[in-house]
């Protein structure tokens, strides 16, 4: 994906559910795209994983989730040049 695919990139929203309360977590395609393959590597389902996330994060969830999925590719050596 290049830098010209970003520019129309469109937020996604999903409702989940959190401490028995629903919410809405807007992220872009990408961002979930990641996220699923994550939760599919770890074998745990999606909703698991952000709910591990939320459990430790210090900021608001959205940004959590994007952190994740950055540190989860370093991790992976995405980022090893």
Not at 8 to 37: D, N, P, V
Not at 65 to 74: H, K, Q, T
């Amino acid at each position: 994906m290049g830098t010209d695919d970003l520019s129309g990139e469109q937020f996604h929203k999903r409702s989940i559910t959190l401490h028995r309360h629903r919410t809405s977590i807007s992220l872009e395609k990408a961002y979930w795209e990641a996220l699923e393959m994550a939760a599919k590597v770890q074998g745990i389902p999606l909703i698991q994983l952000i709910r591990n996330i939320d459990s430790t994060r210090k900021g608001n969830l959205a940004s959590a989730l994007r952190l994740y999925v950055l540190e989860f590719a370093r991790r992976r050596g995405v980022f090893d040049c």
